[in-house]
């Protein structure tokens, strides 16, 4: 399954999380979201985004100032 | 036999048994039943426009239920244009004055301007406004028709307080179509009874 990409990159609080919401209803169920974003708050947003709507964080890494999150869409 | 006894007896069996299962079961209901939020929107300038949008977008995206009551100078947050919201320095000590251009150095000082001196120029607010602006766009920061727009698609409840449209002279026509209703405290109190969270802002 391909993965659907977000440069959310340079986007303050809230957008990210904003951003992402709005992908993933693009993605099927099963299917992951990789979103890269330079928002430091995103770290922790991006956890509690998950836990929150159920759906599953499956990496989050770091790249210089560059975060990288895989969410995977559980419903 | 004497009855009373044995009602006392099932009384503390009943008491035993629900002390066991309720935490049980009201996380079962707190998981099935989706999180809600309703805020007050009473502020009307570009600053505080941002924090109810803010959360209520973001609520919104976590799949809560959000409405907002706008109220008083809120409801210039539900007029069609938004370009006319402004932010003033005057009087708000809170409010760092760094401009947003030229080198590192510069953008660093924080201008102290007295509030006697930001009074007496015409269009200070004006020029602190566009600064403001410039800032948010270098910083990323979504603008305010954005965060509304985010909130539209969302589908969060977006309700105008009737008393204040007439008391400032609104019509409905004013403001977007998206506004849900034109409702009073009555209609708003129980809503924000029934909410997980209710913020005043």
Redesign the interface.
């Known amino acids: 399954m391909t993965t659907a990409v977000l440069d959310a990159k ?6 990210p ?2 951003k ?3 992908a993933l209803q693009g993605v099927p169920a099963g299917g992951l979201l990789e979103i890269l974003a ?2 430091p708050g995103a770290v922790k947003d991006f956890e509690a ?1 998950c836990r ?2 159920r759906n599953e964080l499956v990496a989050s890494s770091q790249e210089g100032n560059v975060f990288k999150f895989v969410i995977k869409r559980i419903k | 036999m004497d009855a009373a006894p044995d009602t006392a007896l099932l009384d503390d069996l009943i008491k035993r048994r629900l002390d066991e299962l309720l935490p049980q079961k009201l996380a079962e209901l707190r998981e099935k039943k989706p ?1 809600s939020m309703t805020i007050i929107a009473t502020k009307g300038t570009l600053d505080w426009a941002y924090p109810p949008f ?1 959360l209520a ?2 609520a919104a ?3 809560w239920n959000v409405s907002m009551f706008f109220t008083f100078y809120g409801l210039q947050l539900l007029l069609k244009d938004l370009s006319h919201l402004k932010v003033s320095p005057l009087g708000n000590p809170g409010m760092p004055m760094k401009m947003p251009f030229g080198p590192d150095w510069f953008r660093g000082i924080n201008w102290n301007i007295p509030n006697v001196i930001e009074a007496g120029i015409p269009g200070f607010e004006s020029l602190a406004t566009v600064l403001m602006k410039q800032t948010i766009h270098n ?4 603008s305010i028709p954005e965060l509304r727009s ?1 909130c539209v ?2 589908g969060v409840n977006l309700i105008g307080c009737q008393m204040t449209v007439d008391l400032f002279g609104f019509k409905h026509d004013d403001f977007i179509p998206e506004v849900k209703e034109y409702v009073g405290a009555a209609t708003f109190l129980p809503m924000a009874r029934d909410a997980d969270v209710s913020l005043f802002i």
């Open positions: 340079g986007l303050n609080c809230p957008l999380i904003l992402a919401k709005k330079t928002d985004f929150a709507t | 999180a803010i977008s973001t995206a976590l799949d910083k990323g920061v979504a985010a698609e969302a």
